[in-house]
């Protein structure tokens, strides 16, 4: 069966989907804390983690939905933020601000994971930056001091005091999976805040992150990086990319650009697929947030001048990260439900925008796959957020003037764009006067572009048409053939080899070895 409503044009729509998922996935069961683990095969279900429900998908949510807000101006039930900001206060609200949750539901927050450290702490940035919640600022602070004085990098966590103060502890698969996380939200929290100590402990969090596992060779070496996790290898990746951004830090973002162009290759194929585990075999089945953290990555690297990386996003958005979310639910079979269970009620619905574990080629992995079609509910703030990212970078403005970095249809007040994957051509219609910059694809020859509507030829300067004067309120019209290209998907990260057709960095075809709930055409 191959899905319907597939999305591989319209950045906007995905994330406002995806804002309908993360907005219905409330446990009426539980004081409306959110659902943690979902399952749709074989039982349509929403369930509870010990590990990672209040203490973990608040704070993805929460990231994703005031930035859908922000980015996109999607309007927001503010039930449902609210219902997440309770349950990220409920996981601070035990004897120590770290982010803890429940052994189940209705009990005390005890159990304490380092991996959930990002996740309490986007929460809390998330309402500070964008609803000037001064309690949220206030706790942010305060578990920065609680990390400082229960961590140390050198020799981890006090786990006699964290016994002493009744918490059950967690384990980690080293600091990768653990502590490094957080570097994400304290980067995005010193950016707003100018917070001192969130400098302080990014800074510490990256000295270690840089001088044990992103070494000068770019390589990844499962000895050395310990998790295979691959989640947390990519967003410390993106995180890292982050705060050398925000310093200027070239050295740093070297750093991180030989880690993509070497090491990341273990954790990705061409489209940007990246499976959840290094090295797991006889499954397809990939993680869609590691994609996210991907993209967000090669936007920033984008940004730093390296054209490239921005049609590696494009490639990635188009090819696999839009396709992949769930916009067709007429497959799921609704459970029975006699006992009137909240986890067994419109999963269905309330499963639509979902992001999880695709393969390349559809819902569902050949081989062993994942063992169940699931679609965990973190996953789909952590991808929402990333696709706001994209939606950002579209089209920016800055000093220099206007820059089209991506061939989607977009309007900002200083450009139109429409897309030549949505109409017969590229059309960019400045809004307002000063420099225009278009990216085009590294696999269009400059003699096959053809300009209509501008007063001067345009410049190609770094995979760009540059126009120095170009006219305003009148449609430049850009032509050049969307190619059709074949690509091969490593064996290397795959069960076999997958054969792919694309026009442009669209897909038209792929292998899917027989697979249910499949994307695109078969190859």
Known sequence: MKVAQLNTTDIAAAIRLGCHTMQRVFNADDDNVPFFGSTLRPQAALHFSAHHSESHVPGRHLNALLNAEDAVGVALEESAVENHRRAALLSYSGPVPLPLNREHPGGPPVNFCPHNLREGFHALCALSNYRDDREAADLFERSIAAVGDLWSPETG?????????????????GFLHGEARMLGPLVKHYR????????????????????????????????????????????????????????????????????????????????????????????????SNNSGDILETALILGRWGYSEYYCDAERILRGHLLPSQLRDVSFVVEPPNPAG????????????????????????????????????????????????EAYREVARQDSAGTWVNLLFDHRTPQVWVRSPYTGPHLVVEPLAPGPLFVRLPPWVAPREVQVEGADEAPVWAKGYLFFARPPVRRPIRIDFPLKTQELVLAGRVHIQPIRVRLQGDAVTAMDNFGADLTFFGPY
């Open 157 to 173: 966590w006090d786990l006699g005091r964290l016994r002493d103060l009744g918490l059950q502890y967690q384990e980690c698969q």
């Open 192 to 287: 707003a805040s100018g917070s001192g100590p969130a400098r302080r402990l990014a800074l510490v969090l990256a000295e270690k992150a840089l001088a044990e596992f992103f070494l000068p060779d770019g390589e990844y070496h499962p000895e050395r990086f310990i998790t295979r996790h691959s989640h947390s290898i990519t967003c410390v990746l993106s995180s890292l990319a982050q705060l050398a951004d925000l310093l200027g830090d070239g050295a740093m973002m070297g750093r991180v650009r030989a880690f993509y162009d070497c090491g990341l290759w273990a954790m990705r194929d061409q489209l940007g697929w990246s499976p959840e585990a290094v090295g797991q075999e006889g499954s397809d089945h990939g993680e």
């Open 341 to 388: 269970i909240d986890g067994l009620r419109q999963v269905a619905d309330r499963h639509l925008g979902a992001f999880g574990f695709p393969a390349p080629y559809g819902h569902q992995s050949v081989g062993r796959g994942r063992g169940t079609l699931s679609f965990n509910m973190d996953i789909v703030g952590g991808t929402v957020g990333s696709l706001c």
